[in-house]
């Protein structure tokens, strides 16, 4: 009876545990969607601005055609360059309605899409990683799924022991107080009871029973073994993904100085009456802003996941970051 309560509650903290580390991915899921919308936004006013820079060339060129100083080949050719942004925009915005689709299906409330959400920041200088082997280290003795499924070992151990305890002899007893089947008065209407059951010949039931909890208890801790195994690879894979992302971080934030820096200039030469490629600077401008944000949104869910592997809700940090 102890071998089979402990198994039992065993399993019933391994039960506990995987719940909280389902919880953790279900919250990572929804930080990742609440950021695919926030990045389809920014992407619609990319293509709405180049597609609006070719309709005014278009549009331009429609008025210097009607004198007679574009030909009708130009014309064309501006007309289907604006057309195919044209459709690229319809498309962005498409991919909006899909991102919140998704966000909504992941909150429960799939016919309330999401209108404006709050823009999210992260400072790559506040961010701290440990070294791996520090990292791992906590990762192994923190992981909700690889403490879950070292309580399925333990559980199965305990099971184990008690198959192995199952041929030893049964000493139970039984209390009854007469019923409609007894008459009283024969011997009483109390009845007590000592049973003592020996094994002697079982026919290989116990024999059995103990090899199959001994091979559910093997394949536990090869399952054991092969989530350590993964959770090592996922750590390296992770830091390394880290130590990436905080430069690519520091290269978009070069880009979009850049293009802020580019963009004024072409303001200054607009501002002269001096040929500009105004409209094009600040395409790029906002594309550079989506790029850098894209790269940032990256790695705050790659924190996410190291803050989940840790056994941390990454929603705190999440949370945190919106403005």
């Known amino acids: 009876t102890a071998q089979l309560t402990e198994a039992a509650e065993a399993e019933l ?18 930080i990742e969607a609440y950021l695919n919308v926030l990045l389809a936004d920014q992407y619609y006013a990319v293509e709405d601005e180049k597609m609006t820079i070719k309709y005014l060339k278009y549009d331009k060129a429609r008025e ?14 501006l007309e289907s360059a604006y057309r195919e942004d044209l459709i690229s925009r319809m498309r962005s915005a498409n991919h909006q309605s899909e991102a919140r689709a998704r966000l909504a299906a ?33 990762a192994l ?27 030893r002899p049964v000493l139970d007893s039984s209390v009854e107080l007469g019923n409609y089947e ?10 007590l009871g000592v049973n003592l059951v020996i094994p002697i010949r079982e026919g290989g039931r116990f024999k059995a029973d103990i090899a199959k909890q001994n091979a559910e208890l093997k394949k536990e801790q090869a399952k054991y073994q092969v989530m350590k195994n993964a959770l090592r690879k996922t750590v390296l894979e992770l830091v390394q993904e880290i130590e990436v992302l905080k430069v690519a971080v520091q290269s978009a934030n ?21 040929q500009t490629d105004l409209g094009d600077a600040a395409a790029n401008m906002t594309e550079a802003q989506w790029h850098a944000d894209k790269v940032r949104y990256d790695l705050m869910l ?13 929603a705190k940090r999440f949370l945190e970051s919106v403005e």
């Open 13 to 30: 903290r391994a039960d506990a545990i995987e719940f909280v580390s389902f919880r953790f991915r279900r919250r990572l899921e929804l």
């Open 64 to 77: 210097r055609h009607d004198l007679g100083e574009v030909s009708d080949v130009d014309l064309i050719g």
């Open 106 to 138: 992941l909150l429960n409330r799939p016919d309330e899409f999401p209108a404006e959400l709050l823009p999210v920041m992260i400072d790559i200088e506040e961010i701290e990683i440990s070294e791996y082997q520090d990292l791992l280290s906590s």
């Open 141 to 167: 003795s923190k992981n909700p799924g690889l403490s879950a499924q070292n309580e399925r070992v333990k559980a199965a151990e305990a099971k184990l022991l008690h198959s192995r305890m199952s041929n």
């Open 182 to 191: 007894r008459r009283y008065g024969e011997g009483g209407k109390w009845r």
């Open 254 to 274: 070069t880009r979009l100085e850049f293009r802020d820096q580019y963009m004024d200039r072409s303001r200054s030469a607009y501002e002269l009456e001096m």
């Open 302 to 314: 790659t924190l996410g996941s190291i803050d989940a592997l840790l056994g941390i809700d990454p």
